[in-house]
């Protein structure tokens, strides 16, 4: 599979699926993919995505007909990561 | 027949990723675009809360994972031909559903050959579900489904379930003692040759899915030892228990005082496999382990092959 038709499949994942079965649909397509021997980055984009799930699909349902690109989840992915640091700085503030 | 419409579906190789249609009726499909689907990926069909009917075609030899969860609305679903691997709960959090129909049996040839000689009792099956008081889920009473009476069904044994022919679908018991749910088996095999009115009901207590609660209890009727439906029965309903409950199942073969517990259990490989846990008489005082007896009950059904 090529790039491209990767980043397609996760954009209409995305678009159509709720959090709970987005994750889901693309741990299977992840199973499948390994099952292929695709190359690593590709399992790793997957995943990604998968770990930054509610700012990749909030990125994705915005681009209406633009293709979903790398460049889409590296900013899901920091949005993701601004989150979680949130979520541990209020954590350890309702620790204190 | 509806046609699907290949832009509700994410399609990888030959398996259905991911539906988001708002079919009310739906048979999934296995051909689309000119290829062929034999598999649904887990979550597939899951939250599709338009669904209320649902065909699922022989052709499906595999369902992931919570395949159908979420589904609120889903009323009856239909498995043609031999059931297909499932996954874990395809039909997870399906509140509305009330009824699976199978055309065909879930069972192998070998294992079928070997129910048939296996029927068991229950039309007082009643009187061993008192033994279990506040047990999860309690289980099958084959036969005379009218014979049940509704009012000693115990108040806190969940929801009621009930397994018949296809021939009962048609003459619905009474819907105060079904409670909840239908599953029928169509189409059941015929070597000693039940008609389809001949078999019996079969009731399986239940609550769906409860997260904390996993004993299935299983009572059948040997009345008619030499007919297969309620072994076919039985076979249908742990199986389908299995799906729902991923769990233990106990069975009680009452008439001729025989208990006996099984546990179920998935593998790593998702096999389902069953472990005896105990066995022995069944008294009014309920089940006493005997292990005299429990071997007796082994080598003459060779529990631990069939199931």
Request: proline share 5%; hydrophobic share 35%; net charge neutral.
């Amino acid at each position: 599979m090529s790039d491209r038709e990767l980043l397609d499949f996760i954009q209409r994942i995305l678009n159509t699926c709720s959090e709970q079965k987005a994750f889901m649909t693309l741990t299977q397509l992840k199973e499948i993919l390994l099952q292929q021997n695709t190359p690593p980055y590709q399992i790793k984009l997957l995943e990604n995505t998968m770990r930054d799930l509610p700012e990749a699909g909030q990125i994705s349902r915005t681009l209406h007909d633009r293709p979903l690109t790398e460049e889409d989840l590296k900013t899901a992915a920091r949005r993701a990561e601004e989150r979680r640091q949130r979520e541990r700085e209020l954590a350890s503030r309702g620790r204190c | 027949m509806n046609i699907p419409n290949a832009r509700d579906y994410i399609l990888l190789n030959h398996m259905i990723l991911s539906y988001s249609g708002t079919d009310k009726t739906l048979t999934v499909p296995v051909k689309m675009n000119n290829r062929m689907f034999i598999r649904i990926g887990q979550g597939a069909f899951s939250e599709s809360s338009h669904l209320i009917h649902l065909t699922i075609p022989a052709q499906i030899r595999q369902i992931g994972a919570y395949a159908f969860s979420k589904c609120t609305n889903l009323k009856t679903a239909e498995i043609s031909g031999r059931l297909p691997e499932t996954g874990q709960k395809i039909f997870h959090d399906c509140p509305s559903l009330r009824e699976i129909s199978f055309s065909s049996l879930p069972v192998t040839k070998e294992q079928y050959k070997q129910l048939l000689n296996n029927s068991f009792i229950s039309e007082d099956g009643l009187r061993i579900l008192e033994h279990f008081p506040g047990e999860d889920i309690l289980g099958g009473f084959a036969n005379a489904a009218d014979a049940v009476p509704a009012k000693r069904i115990p108040r806190d044994a969940g929801r009621l379930f009930a397994v018949s022919s296809a021939a009962e679908a048609t003459n619905p018991v009474p819907e105060e003692r079904l409670r909840i749910m239908r599953l029928i088996v169509h189409n059941l095999p015929t070597p000693s040759s039940p008609a389809a009115e001949t078999v019996n009901d079969s009731y399986v207590r239940k609550e769906i899915d409860p997260p904390l609660r996993k004993t299935a209890i299983f009572c059948f009727d040997d009345q008619k030892t030499e007919q297969a439906g309620n072994s076919v029965l039985l076979n249908a309903f742990i199986r389908t228990g299995f799906w729902f409950w991923q769990s233990k199942v106990r069975i009680v073969l009452d008439r001729k005082n025989y208990y006996l517990y099984q546990k179920c259990f998935l593998t790593d490989d998702d096999k389902m496999e069953y472990v005896r846990v105990d066995a022995g008489l069944f008294s009014e005082e309920g089940p006493v382990k005997d292990e005299k007896t429990a071997e007796q009950i082994y080598a003459k059904y060779e529990l631990l092959t069939i199931l």
